[in-house]
């Protein structure tokens, strides 16, 4: 059997409606594999990861000509069964990030001539950086950061109470940066503690980075980091497997202004 199927059935939201309606959609170009090919988005002593999609140039709004394209990742995953890949989205278009062997490489995907492809845009080197964050565990910094958890559990809401909005507030543009020496090194993998993906900020060129549960900031136009915070719930059980597997970056709804137009048609 083919994958993706066509026609292919996908919940879609409508903003006439206001509720999420199932419609199918019809494939454009050739299949790109078979079920017996597809494979558990699984890593080894992690557990399963969920697929997941990104609307590209307000896709999200306007699927009216009931069909789909399907655009490969630019990289063959088979190679790398360990790595933590994303797909996220922000100003700058649909993006695609991964860390191998400390080293961070995000395309963008264009389009040009109808054809959409994908572009190496960054790439940068993160050792350096990731043994600094690692250094903070030992100078007992990890709790200070304007990034917080919040949890249901007995006792948050009394911590929660005790901080001002100020203090959940993050400058993105001024807040204090690590200092990095980036020299030319060998980096032993046990001086390294390598980071996973979190997400790309929504309108600037960052990226959030995750090691161990400590929260990074990584500016990829200036190659600058920041210490947002510590990740770990204070409810989550110390074991080897635990960690961040699922992750992306909210940004308000707008189903309050689509409310709004409910009903009207458009001219």
Request: charged content about 25%; some cysteine.
């Amino acid at each position: 059997m083919e994958w993706p199927p066509s026609p292919y059935l996908l919940e879609v939201f409508s903003s006439r409606s206001g509720r999420w309606e199932e419609r199918a959609f019809v494939r454009e170009g050739e299949k790109v594999t078979t079920v017996e090919d597809m494979m558990p988005l699984g890593y080894p002593y992690q557990g399963l990861r969920r697929g997941y999609p990104v609307y590209h140039h307000g896709s999200l709004y306007s699927l009216s000509n009931g069909k789909y394209q399907v655009i490969e990742i630019p990289i063959n995953m088979a190679n790398y069964i360990w790595e933590k890949p994303y797909l996220g989205k922000s100003e700058m278009g649909v993006l695609f990030g991964m860390i191998h062997g400390g080293q961070l490489s995000v395309w963008i995907l264009q389009e040009s001539e109808g054809q959409m492809g994908w572009i190496l845009s960054y790439q940068h080197d993160l050792r350096p950086f990731a043994k600094e964050v690692r250094s903070l565990r030992y100078n007992g910094n990890l709790t200070t950061g304007p990034w917080t958890v919040e949890e249901n559990g007995t006792g948050m809401h009394r911590n929660r109470e005790t901080l001002s909005a100020e203090d959940f507030e993050w400058d993105s543009d001024n807040d204090d940066f690590l200092a990095v020496e980036v020299r030319n090194e060998e980096y032993d993998d046990d001086d390294c503690e390598y980071f996973d993906i979190l997400g790309f900020h929504p309108y600037k060129e960052v990226i959030f980075l995750d090691q161990s549960f400590k929260t990074i900031a990584f500016h990829l136009n200036s190659s600058k980091i920041q210490y947002l915070g510590y990740s770990r719930p204070k409810c989550y059980y110390r074991n080897y497997t635990n960690g961040i597997y699922e992750s992306f970056v909210y940004t308000p709804c707008m189903i309050g202004e689509l409310h709004g137009v409910i009903g009207q048609s458009s001219s």
